[in-house]
Each structure stands twice: as structure tokens, then as C-alpha cells.
């Protein structure tokens, strides 16, 4: 068996939230055509006020160019937000203990008590990264597993694990 003790932290939820805007896929190639449109359209907005010298290019032209680092501070911004908004969730133990065929997940906190088990098979992707994984129930939904949490086993050998119960379609490893 292998077991994780974890509590969600900001700085946690943030790295997920830029990983999720990241992840490979038509997803990602979309958003950076369209922050490359809204680049190219807010420098041309800005450069037709410093022609003209309308106020209204200027003011669409930084909002563009605005929207287009939104990658960059969009994470912290929604980290903060649930932090101040859903204190609950980051005052929620939670471990999750690894089995050959299942895991398990037990939350202990004081708005939100439960356990569950679920299938290596119902997992939709599990993703290692450096620091984490992700385990991803649903496309836009995952447990997050901080690798300095492992009160039993070890990060290696949960990536074992993962690599030999889930096909390889399922489980990417991203160790920048």
C-alpha cells in the first residue's frame, strides 16, 4: 500500500490551474492562436491611437494585450479567490491510500467528511509532473498529489504503479 496525507494549499491549487490551462492538446493550441490574435490586434489598436490619438483604440488595445497574459496571473487569481471563498477546501485533510486495483480517498475536515473508492480504470488521465500528480477523474477535475506528502511508499513507486495498472494513453509523466 501506498499512502498520501495532503491538504490542499494555494500554492498548490495555483500550479494545478496553470497546468490545466497548459495541458497538451487542440485545447492549448487554440488558446495560443487566440492570445496571439489578441496580441496582434491590441499592438495594432495601439499603434492606431498613437496615430490618431482616439482614446477608444488605446482602451481596446491594452484590454487585448491584457487578456492575452491572462495565463499568467488567471491561476493566482482563482487560487485567491477559493482560498478566501471556500476556506473548507483547504482546511480538508485528505488521504489517499493506493491499492493494486483501486484507491482510496478519505477527507477529514469540518464541512466535508467521506471516503470513497475508485477504479485505476475509472480514472479519466493521471498526470507526474516534478512536484505532483494529477490524478484527473474528469477532464477538468483531479485529486492533486503533492509528492512531499507520501507518509507510506514513495512518488517512484506510485509512478510504477500507475504504469503498470493504466494504459499508457492514460498516464503521462511531465518531469521538468
Request: glycine share 6%; charged share 20%; net charge positive.
Amino acid at each position: 500500500m501506498i499512502e498520501v496525507a495532503t491538504k490542499y494549499t494555494k500554492d498548490s491549487l495555483k500550479k494545478y490551474q496553470r497546468f490545466n490551462m497548459a495541458k497538451p492538446g487542440l485545447q492549448r493550441i487554440f488558446a495560443v492562436i487566440l492570445r496571439i490574435v489578441l496580441l496582434v490586434v491590441g499592438v495594432f489598436l495601439v499603434y492606431a491611437y498613437l496615430v490618431t490619438g482616439d482614446l477608444s483604440f488605446l482602451g481596446v488595445g491594452l484590454t487585448s494585450i491584457v487578456l492575452t497574459s491572462a495565463p499568467l496571473w488567471m491561476p493566482a487569481v482563482t487560487a485567491n479567490a477559493l482560498f478566501k471563498n471556500s476556506p473548507a477546501l483547504f482546511n480538508t485533510g485528505i488521504t489517499v491510500r493506493f491499492f493494486e486495483e483501486h484507491f482510496s480517498v478519505v477527507t477529514t475536515g469540518e464541512y466535508e467528511k467521506g471516503a470513497s473508492e475508485i477504479k485505476y480504470a475509472a480514472l479519466f488521465k493521471v498526470y507526474e509532473l516534478k512536484a505532483f500528480f494529477y490524478l484527473y477523474t474528469l477532464p477538468k477535475q483531479a485529486f492533486i498529489i503533492d509528492k512531499r506528502d507520501f507518509t507510506q511508499g514513495s512518488a517512484e513507486e506510485l509512478s510504477k504503479l500507475f504504469a503498470n495498472v493504466l494504459p499508457e494513453k492514460k498516464f503521462r509523466r511531465y518531469k521538468k
